[in-house]
C-alpha cells in the first residue's frame, strides 16, 4: 500500500479504514533532543491509533556501527568522520 501526506496520519487513517486489530511498526529509538527536534512518526501513531501499536527498536544502527568498528579495526576502510 502506498500513501500520501504526513506518514503518521496516513497510517492512522488506514488502521481506521481497514478496521486494523493491530498496527507494526519499526523505531530509530531516538530519544531526547533529536526526537524533539524531528519528531516522530511513532509516537504520533501511538497517540492516535485506533487500535494497539507493537513498536519494534530497529537494531541496524547498532549493527552497522559495530561492523564499521571492525572493518576499520582490520584496515580495510578509514576511520568515519562526522560531517
Known amino acids: 500500500m502506498l ?14 479504514d481497514k478496521a486494523c486489530d493491530l498496527i507494526v511498526m519499526g523505531t530509530h529509538g531516538w530519544g531526547g533532543l533529536t526526537r524533539l527536534l524531528m519528531g516522530s512518526v511513532a509516537e504520533a501513531v501511538v ?6 501499536v507493537l513498536t519494534v527498536k530497529t ?25
Open 59 to 83: 537494531p541496524f544502527a547498532q549493527a552497522e556501527h559495530v561492523a564499521t568498528e571492525n572493518q576499520a579495526a582490520e584496515h580495510k576502510m578509514p576511520e568515519p568522520v562526522a560531517v
Open 47 to 52: 497517540r492516535r491509533a485506533p487500535c494497539p
Open 3 to 16: 500513501g500520501d501526506g504526513d506518514a503518521a496520519t496516513t497510517i492512522v487513517d488506514t488502521a481506521k
